[in-house]
Structure formats: structure tokens, C-alpha cells
């Protein structure tokens, strides 16, 4: 599956994208640009010119109601739920990603109601 096929899939169908950018040169502070594209083509397009000319390209993953603004209260479409597994010998819950995934089932079985 290409870069555009899977944001089509992830991403909704209207509003603003969103790619997120930042290079750093050595001793010196990060550069960081937002840029807000109409399609999906011109996200891509503009993510892999970033990554061309040096840059770490991120797409945000939600849509937008207007350019310019990541804020929740600017959403339009948020289609995927995504949840960081963030476990592990450093973190706060000492999880391997089996125990963190058991945890998970455990809280939403717990919580929800029959």
C-alpha cells in the first residue's frame, strides 16, 4: 500500500490535511512549518518535497475545518482511533506490550456496560 492509499483510508473524505515538518541544523534551533493542503495528492506531494530537501515530514491525523489551525475546536473529521501503546521497562506502567495489551482489555471490559 502506497502513502497516498493508506491516508485515504485513515484520513476523512473532507476539510483541511496537514503536514508538520522540522529540520534541525547542527547547534542551531529546530525550523518547524505547518502547511494545510485541499486534497490528499497535495499532501503527499507536499510531504515527500519536504523529505527531498531534508526534512521530517508528519501528517496530522485529522481534517480540518479551516487552514491554519491544529486545535481540537478547528476539527472536522477524525476517522481512526489511535491509542500509543506507550509501555515498557522506562515508562510508568513497567508493561511488556502483551501485559499492557491484557491491561487494556481489562479497563474496557470493566468499564463498559451490558
Known amino acids: 500500500m502506497n502513502t497516498k492509499s493508506f491516508l485515504e483510508l485513515v484520513l476523512g473524505h473532507e476539510g483541511h490535511y496537514c503536514v508538520w515538518a522540522n529540520r534541525t541544523a547542527t547547534g542551531e534551533a529546530p525550523e518547524i512549518k505547518q502547511k494545510f493542503y485541499s486534497s490528499v ?54 508493561l511488556t506490550p502483551l501485559g499492557f495489551y491484557v491491561y487494556l482489555i481489562h479497563i474496557i471490559t470493566s468499564t463498559t456496560h451490558h
Open 41 to 94: 495528492t497535495e499532501l503527499v506531494d507536499a510531504a515527500e518535497e519536504f523529505d527531498h530537501n531534508g526534512w521530517n515530514a508528519f501528517f496530522a491525523l485529522a481534517t480540518y475545518e479551516e487552514s491554519g489551525s491544529r486545535k481540537a475546536d478547528n476539527v472536522k473529521w477524525m476517522k481512526s482511533f489511535f491509542l500509543d501503546l506507550d509501555c515498557g521497562p522506562n515508562k510508568e506502567l513497567h
